[in-house]
């Protein structure tokens, strides 16, 4: 019986370990922050109301103080800011503005990028400069044929391609703070996934045989 609680506790602790730990690189698997819904051309004025959302889909916080939004002009630099894990960042223009529409305040207020109506792009960059997410809208970059007028675009799901599939128009103001976005848990590397089938195959053994000579 102590043999398989040792094994339960080492398999506990693996796995543990395997979990809390969060990726710290973009990749198609939108395991690092992501760009998820966007407002640029605003119901009311858009100097008072344009903001950004960044969600974070890992199972751990991420700080992202001094990272960088680019735009196609200019950049904003993110002030101290740190991302629960399945949580939200909302950037603003004004926070007044932005409460108007939706009756809350943003996280954050003073961003300084200019959306275009017309076009325009943002690259979000951590602070070695590594890019993190992309989105683009009206043809400003060739394929990106999202657009809207009055409502937000905003990321379909969690998963990341860079390209104009993961996103869409909301058909409103958006919902920031909120969304159907879901944790990436990080597989297993294959040497600890070897590991675990090892442990677990001793385990099973162990129990069975543990079993049998409590039948006799």
Do not use: H
Request: charged share 20%; aromatic share 12%; hydrophobic share 40%.
């Amino acid at each position: 019986m102590k043999i398989i609680k040792i094994f339960s506790i080492v398999l506990y602790f693996l796995l543990l370990g395997c979990f809390i730990i969060p990726s710290t690189q973009a990749s198609i698997a939108g395991d690092n922050i992501l760009i998820t819904e966007v407002l640029y051309d605003t119901p009311g004025t858009d100097s008072d109301e344009e903001w950004i959302e960044l969600f974070n889909p890992t199972v751990a916080e991420i700080n992202v103080t001094n990272w960088i939004i680019g735009d196609n002009v200019d950049n904003y630099t993110i002030p101290l800011a740190v991302i629960p894990s399945g949580g939200y960042l909302t950037i603003a223009r004004v926070a007044a503005g932005f409460n108007a529409l939706y009756t809350y305040d943003p996280d954050i207020e003073g961003l300084t990028l200019y959306l275009g109506n017309s076009g325009d792009k943002l690259t979000l960059y951590d602070e070695s400069d590594v890019i993190i997410d992309f989105v683009a809208w009206e043809n400003y970059v060739e394929g990106w044929t999202i657009g809207a007028q009055y409502t937000t675009i905003r990321r379909i799901n969690s998963t990341d391609t860079d390209t104009v599939d993961d996103w869409e128009n909301s058909l409103t103001t958006g919902d920031p703070g909120f969304g159907d976005y879901v944790l990436i848990i990080p597989e297993l590397p294959q040497s600890l996934a070897s590991i675990f089938l090892v442990l677990t195959g001793i385990a099973t053994i162990v129990g069975l045989s543990y079993r049998k000579k409590r039948i006799r």
